[in-house]
């Protein structure tokens, strides 16, 4: 059972590292290709950015995934614990912040109708 779960653990760090990877080839793709096109380059850089971000979000929730369940079903020591609740809630203020960066506001302030200014 040990061994079934390390495998998924690898598996949802892989899945994570290759959104990442994968991602931001796609997306710098997309902008080179749209620039050579005529794109604004300004409004293709905003769009790079936020779309960037996007996928460093998504390969963050795999990455932290595969931590809780490494740390909850393989090794689940008190120090494990430890490092585990750091690396959430580093991952948790940089997903945060990178979703300031998205949208540009408060993510509890997406429905309403305030400025996009924090």
Do not use: C
């Amino acid at each position: 059972m040990e061994h079934f779960v390390e495998m998924i653990v690898i598996a949802l760090e892989a899945s994570g590292i290759a959104v990442i990877v994968l991602g931001t080839l796609v997306l710098v793709w997309r902008y080179a290709t749209g620039i050579l096109r005529g794109a604004p380059a300004s409004e293709a850089y905003h769009v790079l950015r936020r779309n960037l971000g996007r996928v460093i979000l998504l390969g963050l929730e795999f990455l932290v995934a595969a931590d809780i369940i490494n740390t909850v079903s393989v090794r689940p020591s008190f120090q494990d614990l430890g490092v585990l609740g750091l690396l959430v809630v580093i991952r948790t203020f940089l997903s945060f912040a990178l979703e300031i960066e998205i949208n540009g506001r408060l993510p509890w302030k997406m429905g309403s109708d305030a400025s996009p200014g924090l």
